[in-house]
Structure formats: structure tokens, C-alpha cells
């Protein structure tokens, strides 16, 4: 078992909707969880980050951590045909600090 | 601020050939990473510097694969020889935190061995 799993998509929207991306772990030791956003031919680039559980907002994106039930979200409002990207969650545990990534999820938003 | 730098872009070899892919992490940044992105997968730490010492080389297969960073700056990750399984994007990282919670990437370096 994968410690951080990720539906890979493709995920294809209109523009303006609200996507939801989504991914579960294993590993109860994770503390910090992580967003990136990969263009096709690019780095990932780190989007945000949340510490244990709870949310964090960041203008159209919102990070949600539910410990309890293992399970990681990204909200991205009023969507962009910029935001079609691959994105990517990804988690460490104290003492850890390389990150432990999903497989990524595709996110096509239609103009 | 100038982000992470790699060189070069792509890479073409023949299998049992070497490789050298270069990079500079961010001014400042102590601890540096490479990891492996095979298409359709999430990159995978091979090693972690913190400074000029290796904190973690555990997935690096080591029969083939040796990096190292004289000066705790610049980075140096080796192929030799390369196998077909090797093609992927070899990405470099780096980060100020302790926790390694903000690591900021580099392009990548997208090997393809033939």
C-alpha cells in the first residue's frame, strides 16, 4: 500500500466550478501536508501547506486536513483554464523532512 | 529571489552510458534533494543533503546511481551505467525549514535512455 494515494484523473471541468481534489494516507506519523501544482515540463510548485488538521485558505484555494479519517482536499474556486495543471499532495512526518508524494491528478478546466 | 537552477533540460543517452545532471538550490537554502518523477507518478526522494552531508540516500540505488555536493551548495546527481528504467525526470529541491515542510523545485532534468 501506497503511504499517500491520489486519484489520477484526468478530472475536467468547466470554467468557473468548484474542483475538489483529494487524497487519503496511511502513515498516522505525517504532520505536514502539502500542495503543488505541476505544469506539463515543470518543477512542482508548492501551492500551500497546512500543519495537522484543519484548513488553510489562499484566495481561490482552500486546504483541508482531516487527520481522523486520513484524508487530504484541495478546494479550488471559480476554477481557470490556468488552473489546468497536475497537482500533487504530499506529506512528511517529524524527522523526515524528504516529502512522501501522491501519484498526482490531472485537472483540465474547460474555457 | 532566483529560484532552484538544473542543467541541462533533456538528456538523450544509450543504455550503459553515464549521465551527469547539475543544480544549484536556492541562496541560503541548507538542505537540498533529489528526487526521480517516472511519467505518471509522483516524485521519489532519492537523496537528501542537509549542508554538504548526507541525511538520506535509503532509495538511492547505489550501484549506479552517486550524487554529491562539495561546499554545501551546488549538487551533482550521476547515472552510470544507465538503464532503461532510468528514464524520468530527475528533480532537485531545496529548503530552508527545519521540518522540510517548504521545499521549492527546480525544472528538472527529463532523461531518456534508449
Known amino acids: 500500500q501506497k503511504e499517500v494515494e491520489q486519484d489520477p484523473g484526468p478530472l475536467s471541468v468547466p470554467e468557473g466550478a468548484i474542483v475538489s481534489l483529494n487524497c487519503t494516507y496511511s502513515?498516522?506519523?505525517?504532520?505536514?501536508f502539502m500542495w503543488y501544482r505541476q505544469y506539463s515540463r515543470k518543477g512542482p510548485e508548492l501551492l500551500m501547506y497546512t500543519y495537522s488538521s484543519g484548513n488553510k485558505e489562499d484566495g481561490r484555494f482552500t486546504a483541508q486536513v482531516d487527520k481522523s479519517s486520513k484524508y487530504i482536499s484541495l478546494f479550488i474556486r471559480d476554477s481557470q483554464p490556468s488552473d489546468s495543471a497536475t497537482y500533487l499532495c504530499a506529506s512528511n512526518a517529524p524527522g523526515r523532512r524528504a516529502l512522501t508524494f501522491g501519484s498526482g491528478t490531472r485537472l483540465q478546466v474547460q474555457p | 529571489e532566483a529560484g532552484v537552477a538544473q542543467s541541462p533540460r533533456y538528456k538523450i543517452i544509450e543504455k550503459r552510458q553515464s549521465v551527469a545532471f547539475w543544480c544549484n538550490p536556492i541562496?541560503?537554502?541548507?538542505?537540498l534533494y533529489w528526487y526521480q518523477q517516472i511519467l505518471g507518478q509522483g516524485p521519489k526522494l532519492l537523496i537528501q543533503?542537509?549542508?554538504?552531508?548526507?541525511?538520506?540516500d535509503s532509495q538511492l540505488p547505489k550501484d549506479r546511481f552517486s550524487a554529491e555536493r562539495l561546499k554545501g551548495v551546488d549538487s551533482t546527481l550521476k547515472i552510470q551505467p544507465a538503464k532503461l528504467e532510468d528514464s524520468a525526470v530527475y528533480l532537485c529541491?531545496?529548503?530552508?525549514?527545519?521540518?522540510?515542510?517548504?521545499?521549492?523545485f527546480g525544472p528538472g532534468t527529463r532523461l531518456t535512455v534508449t
Open positions: 529541491a531545496s529548503s530552508f525549514t527545519r521540518d522540510g515542510y517548504e521545499q521549492y
Open positions: 541562496s541560503g537554502h541548507a538542505t
Open positions: 502513515n498516522s506519523a505525517f504532520q505536514y
Open positions: 543533503f542537509q549542508n554538504n552531508g548526507v541525511v538520506d
